[in-house]
């Protein structure tokens, strides 16, 4: 296995690995074979690029769908996991501020604790993990002024940011490792801390989580500015925050925010306003996302019902419009689309989206 060789089909996102998903839940392994040789024809990356949806981790999560990875493709992702747990000690003893990288869904450790919470038995790196994750909650070793421990020094397009950001998001933001924390508690795996860490998420989510993200002004605010009127997802959003807050609500037994989140995710959803802001049908930030969340909340809540005119309107929205899209991909194209539109998890890939 290569580190050196970085070609796009392993691109969890848009190459040939996501289009294997697709493949694997439909059962017809020959064409996910080809997909799979596509995708790893030029060596697997276990450098640093690597990530849930890239290279080495990327190809794990894809393989397990089918019981197929081998113990190579496990021992190169472990030393992915071991090299950026190395890098995010060396972060905090420096004593500066995280960037989004280091710990979020796409390229950090949140989507490598939801790949090792996926594995079974469930990985022995996990709870460092976590761990890692958990110290997020404490405040960020910035001097002049208090702030939170995801506080980002660069903005959301990676360059530098006057007074940096929090981000929110599930794809890039808090919200991710408040899903993946809430998930392994439900699983039955914590560390020292986590249960504290799900709670001050979901706190700050609470407060400024009607932002994608947050900015020094904001903090500075008596109150945060209400709702941003801005396309809702999963990436972004407050569909996204609000299973991530479900979820924190199932883990810590707090059925009034369970009911808080449920009532988020159908207020908008019902909204014509927030409606006509969603103009495709991708996993990421479309219709096909918006369904696959959306089933996801319905099976856990007590009241379920309440959603199923959401997902008809959902299905009957994605069904009418998915093919549209210009790419073939998981993430912004057809492969995850149908995946949406298929109405099935059998392989549990929606795990890589944090939704399950």
Not at 125 to 149: I, Y
Not at 327 to 341: H, N, S, T, V, Y
Request: aromatic fraction near 4%; charge should be neutral.
């Amino acid at each position: 296995m290569t580190t050196t060789a970085v070609p796009h089909t392993q691109d969890l996102s848009e190459g040939a690995l996501g289009m294997a998903l697709l493949d694997i839940e439909h059962r017809d392994l020959s064409t996910a074979r080809r997909h799979l040789v596509q995708a790893t024809a030029r060596g697997v990356s276990s450098g640093s690029n690597a990530s849930l949806f890239h290279g080495a981790p990327a190809l794990e999560f894809v393989l397990a769908r089918v019981h197929g990875v081998s113990d190579d493709v496990r021992a190169a992702v472990d030393r992915v996991v071991d090299a950026r747990l190395a890098a995010a000690h060396r972060r905090q003893t420096a004593g500066t501020l995280a960037r989004l990288a280091e710990w979020d869904l796409i390229r950090g450790l949140t989507g490598l604790a939801a790949l090792l919470l996926s594995r079974r038995p469930i990985a022995p790196r996990l709870p460092d993990v976590l761990a890692c994750l958990v110290t997020l909650a404490q405040p960020a070793p910035e001097s002049r002024r208090l702030l939170p421990g995801w506080w980002s020094p660069v903005g959301p397009d990676g360059k530098e940011m006057a007074g940096g950001h929090g981000n929110n998001g599930m794809a890039h933001g808090i919200s991710g490792p408040l899903a993946v924390l809430s998930l392994a508690l439900r699983e039955g795996v914590s560390v020292p801390g986590q249960e504290d860490a799900v709670a001050t998420f979901a706190t700050w989510l609470e407060r400024h989580g009607g932002h994608y993200w947050s900015t020094t002004a904001h903090l500075d605010a008596a109150q945060p500015p209400g709702p941003e009127p801005a396309r809702q997802s999963w990436c972004y959003g407050r569909p996204g925050i609000a299973r991530a807050q479900q979820l924190a609500a199932l883990a810590l037994g707090d059925p009034a925010r369970r009911r808080a989140a449920e009532d988020t995710v159908a207020a908008i959803l019902t909204d014509p306003l927030h409606l006509a802001r969603i103009t495709d049908s991708t996993l990421c930030h479309g219709w096909a996302g918006l369904l696959t969340l959306t089933r996801a909340v319905a099976a856990d809540s007590p009241t379920p019902d309440r959603f199923t005119p959401i997902i008809q309107d959902l299905h009957r929205r994605l069904a009418t419009d998915w093919e549209h899209l210009p790419r073939p991909g998981f993430m912004e194209g057809r492969a995850g689309a149908q995946l949406a539109l298929g109405a099935n998890d059998t392989t549990g890939w929606t795990r890589i989206l944090l939704l399950t």
